[in-house]
């Protein structure tokens, strides 16, 4: 829902110009939530999430979807495909933090919050080559190995549209945490989803 250009880090003060249908509708909900909060109809708060990575499920067919699979599938002695270059940076946050978020979100009162209830999540920003390393330290270069480059240019194309660092302030002052690495977001999803250990 944020428009281009972007600066190299997004404020919570950032302005809402989605160039995309997909953005748009995020916008109006965002608008909604907050018009209907302020009229009482309910007591509500919006969380904007970063990538939420390694994803339990299946590979599906978003344009974000290597951003888990090519972690999920080494880790299980599978291949994964690479549709973007090394280069590819974005934020993200690991199940167990996006629990954290929506607890802690619906801990808040509305003397907290204030008028602006919709808050940007913080995560962990780092670059396609860091999230692979990251697997290597974890996992070893086995796991590496069996990350297979197969350049998508749409995919690249959409993923190159999105902003990428954000400075969530003032969810930080409201108590919301993430992990501190990329490392413990792959740690995470060993232990929540493989019992602790990987198959390679």
């Known amino acids: 829902m944020f428009g281009g250009p972007f600066p ?34 309910l007591d509500g708060v919006g969380l904007r999430l970063p990538a939420i990575c390694v ?9 974000s979807a290597f951003f888990s699979s090519i972690i999920r599938e080494p880790l299980v002695g599978q291949e994964a495909i690479l549709p973007v ?10 199940p167990r933090a996006a629990v954290g978020f929506l607890l802690q979100a619906a801990a808040l009162s509305p003397e907290q919050l204030g008028l602006r209830i919709n808050l940007t999540m913080p995560g962990v920003c780092c670059t396609v080559a860091e999230q692979i ?43 919301f945490t993430v992990e501190s ?20």
Not at 18 to 26: A, D, E
Not at 85 to 94: I, K, M, W
């Open 85 to 94: 270059p090394d280069s590819v940076l974005h934020t993200h946050a690991s």
């Open 55 to 63: 994803r339990p499920a299946p590979p599906n067919k978003a344009a």
């Open 8 to 41: 190299d880090v997004i404020g919570d003060d950032f302005h809402l110009t989605p160039h995309t249908s997909y953005g748009t509708q995020k916008a109006m909900c965002e608008h909604l939530l907050a018009d209907y909060s302020r009229r009482g109809f």
């Open 181 to 200: 690495s990329f490392d413990d977001i792959i740690r995470i999803h060993i232990e929540d989803e493989l019992g602790g250990k990987i198959a390679i």
């Open 133 to 175: 390393e990251a697997l290597r330290r974890v996992a070893g270069d086995r796991a590496v190995a069996l990350i297979r480059r197969a350049a998508d240019p749409l995919v690249a194309r959409i993923v190159g549209g999105w902003p990428h660092r954000f400075d969530p302030r003032r969810a930080l002052s409201l108590g």
